[in-house]
């Protein structure tokens, strides 16, 4: 009896993960059917998220390191940082790692 590798690891490889899947999927349909086959997609897909969320922390702090609220009390401000920094890394993180082969 052949089984996908797919259904035998029930790994959650959050939202990086699935986004890569479904990149390589698309981008890359025979390396997805490659990885899928050998049961290797759950372990690559957690692998990437895992690298895209630790870039993503790295930039977020760096950015915010180099960008003090003016006004250290506010919170609006630190919003607004905070959100400016989440998008810039997010950006990074979609282009270096999760639209990459692997």
């Not at 390589?24 to 690559?44: A, M, N, W």
């Not at 609220?69 to 905070?82: G, H, I």
């Not at 993180?93 to 082969?101: I, K, R, T, W, Y």
């Amino acid at each position: 009896m052949i089984t996908l590798g797919e259904a035998e690891n029930s790994t959650d490889v959050e939202k990086y993960g699935r986004m890569w899947m479904d990149y390589i999927q698309k981008e890359y349909p025979q390396r997805y059917r490659s990885l899928v086959r050998f049961g290797e997609l759950h372990d690559k897909a957690a692998e990437v998220n895992e690298v895209a969320y630790e870039l993503l922390e790295d930039i977020e702090n760096e950015w915010l390191r180099k960008h003090k609220p003016k006004q250290s009390n506010s919170f609006v401000e630190m919003y607004r940082l905070r959100t400016q920094a989440r998008m810039l890394a997010e950006e990074v993180v979609l282009h270096d790692v999760v639209n990459c082969f692997h």
